[in-house]
């Protein structure tokens, strides 16, 4: 068989063309196959949140005397429910249980608006948003580790906030009964 150099050329640049589509086609299946959406959870992880879920509820308090701060956590049909008693309030809301791709277990208490928020202050002369402006965030997360619940009460002087100014601890952990 006797190929002209031009044939032979157009012949080889068909068979690289094809060789990219297989090399490419083979190489997305493959990145699809190993994405998983970030908050995804494992059918084994999903009973164990279940087990964790339901051994969330009780009575959480602080154990040190100058932060004197109670959580109770209660299941009502479908839904969690906390009342939230410091010295000076009590308040009732709708706790929501969530868990990370990492594996971190949170506890969300929703309607608890924080005492003082500053925002991002790292900017302050460049700052568009006046002071009055800004939007004091609502609802507390805390962390859930070994039946602790772990609340970063207040920020740094980058980001100056206090979710929670009847304690004056930077993180405030709640121990379960």
Same mark, same amino acid.
């Given at each position: 068989m006797n190929m002209t150099i031009c044939n032979k050329l @157009?012949?080889?640049?068909?068979? @690289?063309?094809l060789g990219l589509i297989v090399i490419s086609c083979n190489k997305k299946t493959e990145t699809t196959a190993e994405q998983k959406p970030e908050n995804a959870i494992s059918v084994t992880n999903a &009973?164990?949140?279940? @087990?964790v879920k339901d051994s969330i509820s009780g009575t959480y308090n @602080?154990?040190?005397e100058d932060c004197n701060i109670s959580l109770i956590i209660s299941k009502n049909?479908?839904?969690y429910h906390?009342?939230?008693t410091?010295?000076?309030?009590?308040? &009732? *809301? &709708?706790a929501i249980f969530s868990q990370n791709s990492s594996g971190e277990?949170?506890?969300?208490?929703? *309607?608890?608006?924080?005492d003082e928020y500053e925002g991002d202050i790292s900017n302050e002369e460049n700052d568009s948003i006046p002071a009055k402006e800004l939007k004091i965030p609502v609802g507390i997360d805390a962390l859930y580790v070994k039946d602790t619940l772990t609340i970063q009460n207040y920020g740094n002087a980058m980001n100056s906030y206090?979710?929670?100014?009847?304690? *004056?601890?930077k993180y405030i952990q709640l121990i379960k009964k």
């Amino acid at each position: 068989m006797n190929m002209t150099i031009c044939n032979k050329l @157009s012949y080889f640049f068909y068979l @690289s063309f094809l060789g990219l589509i297989v090399i490419s086609c083979n190489k997305k299946t493959e990145t699809t196959a190993e994405q998983k959406p970030e908050n995804a959870i494992s059918v084994t992880n999903a &009973k164990n949140l279940v @087990s964790v879920k339901d051994s969330i509820s009780g009575t959480y308090n @602080s154990k040190t005397e100058d932060c004197n701060i109670s959580l109770i956590i209660s299941k009502n049909q479908k839904d969690y429910h906390y009342i939230f008693t410091t010295k000076n309030r009590t308040l &009732k *809301g &709708k706790a929501i249980f969530s868990q990370n791709s990492s594996g971190e277990k949170f506890i969300s208490l929703e *309607g608890i608006k924080w005492d003082e928020y500053e925002g991002d202050i790292s900017n302050e002369e460049n700052d568009s948003i006046p002071a009055k402006e800004l939007k004091i965030p609502v609802g507390i997360d805390a962390l859930y580790v070994k039946d602790t619940l772990t609340i970063q009460n207040y920020g740094n002087a980058m980001n100056s906030y206090t979710k929670i100014s009847e304690c *004056g601890l930077k993180y405030i952990q709640l121990i379960k009964k």
